[in-house]
C-alpha cells in the first residue's frame, strides 16, 4: 500500500483547487469506465492484446494487468477507509471534478510501484477482462451493500485529503487513464491489422 500511495503523490504532484462543483455520481462513472474499457479492447486478436510499441512502452495485456492489480488495492483501501472511524465534521481538499481530472491527466507520467507492475499474468484478453468484470462486479456489490457514510470517512493522500465516495471516483479514474493509454497502442503505426 505504501508503493501505491508514493506512486500516486508522484503522480499528482500539480496544484489541486476546492471548488464548488457538484459531486460526481460514483456508481455511475464506475459503470461509465468499464464499458468504455470494454469497448475499447473488444474483440482485439492476441497479437493486439500482446503488442509493444517499444521496449519502454505496455502493451495492452500489461495496461489491463496494471489497471487490474492498482484497483484490487485501491479497493482495499476503500474497505479499510469506511472501516476506520467517522467523522461527520471531515472536509476534503479538492473536488470530485479536480481529483478526476488530476488522475486522468495523461501528461503526468510516474512509474508505478513495483508491485503495481505488469509480470505477464494474462495469457489472454478474455482472461484479463473476466478478471476486471470480477473484480469490478465485488467492488459494486461492496458499495451496494455498505452502510458507512461514504462522505464522512476520510483518507490522506500525500497529495490530498479524500473521502471514500472520491476513492471510488480515484479508482474508476485510474482505469480511464489506463483506457486512454491503451488507445494511444492502438492508435500507433505499428499497431497490428489484425
Not at 18 to 37: F, I, Q, R, V, W
Not at 55 to 60: E, K, L, V
Request: net charge negative; proline share 4%; glycine share 2%.
Amino acid at each position: 500500500m505504501k508503493h501505491l500511495l508514493i506512486t500516486v503523490a508522484l503522480l499528482l504532484a500539480p496544484v489541486f483547487s476546492l471548488d464548488n462543483n457538484p459531486p460526481k455520481d460514483a456508481m455511475e462513472y464506475l459503470e461509465e469506465t468499464s464499458g468504455h474499457l470494454e469497448e475499447t479492447v473488444e474483440g482485439l486478436s492476441q497479437a493486439q492484446f500482446q503488442f509493444k510499441p517499444d521496449a519502454n512502452t505496455w502493451s495492452i495485456a500489461e495496461c489491463m494487468e496494471h489497471i487490474n492489480k492498482t484497483e484490487a488495492e485501491l479497493f482495499q483501501l476503500l474497505q479499510q477507509t469506511l472501516d476506520s472511524e467517522s467523522d461527520e465534521e471531515a472536509e476534503v481538499s479538492m473536488d470530485d471534478e479536480a481529483l478526476i481530472g488530476m488522475i486522468t491527466n495523461r501528461e503526468q507520467k510516474a512509474k508505478a510501484a513495483a508491485n503495481l507492475e505488469p509480470s505477464n499474468a494474462y495469457a489472454s484478453l478474455e482472461e484479463a477482462i473476466e478478471a476486471f468484470e470480477m473484480q469490478r462486479e465485488e467492488i459494486t456489490a461492496y458499495l451496494e451493500n455498505t452502510e458507512a457514510d461514504m462522505y464522512a470517512h476520510t483518507f490522506e493522500f500525500p497529495f490530498a485529503v479524500v473521502d471514500a465516495h472520491q476513492l471510488v471516483l480515484f479508482l474508476a479514474g485510474h482505469t480511464a487513464r489506463h483506457t486512454m493509454q491503451i488507445e494511444e497502442v492502438m492508435a500507433n503505426p505499428d499497431f497490428p491489422q489484425e
